[in-house]
């Protein structure tokens, strides 16, 4: 019954900001990992930052360290990527991804996206003049 549930996307132009939001709804486990992935026309699906809901473990991609930043409303389940400093090259799908087996088995935040458990519709993000 768990529901992935996303919102924000759009076009902003180069050097602007976004926010995307993501919350799981439903019963869960209490130790899960969240986070984002994107992926643009012709390129591989790309882990870009994760959290975890105990201990604040977070990851960033190079590609958007320092420029994107993730945060977890714990109690809510809702999850935020705040996005600045944006280039053309963020244009993508970004994908809310939301997991606990992966946690539960090896106990850390999944790398692939095979090993997510539940994803959201996803979201575009347009960064153009």
């Known amino acids: 019954a768990t529901q992935v549930v996303e919102s924000g996307g759009g076009s902003v132009q180069p050097g602007g900001s976004l926010r995307v939001s993501c919350q799981v709804l439903g019963d869960t486990e209490d130790e899960y990992c969240m986070g984002w992935f994107r992926q643009s026309p012709g390129k591989e699906r790309e882990r870009i930052a994760t959290i975890s809901s105990v201990g604040d473990w977070i990851y960033y991609s190079d590609s958007v360290k320092d420029r994107f930043t993730i945060s977890l409303a714990n109690a809510k389940r809702i999850m935020y990527l705040d996005m600045s400093r944006l280039k053309p090259g963020d244009t993508a799908t970004y994908s809310c991804?939301?997991?606990?087996?992966?946690?539960?088995?090896?106990?850390?935040?999944?790398?692939?996206?095979?090993?997510?458990?539940?994803w959201g519709q996803g979201t575009e993000v347009t960064v153009s003049p």
């Open positions: 991804a939301f997991d606990w087996e992966h946690y539960l088995d090896y106990g850390s935040c999944p790398y692939r996206p095979s090993d997510v458990s539940y």
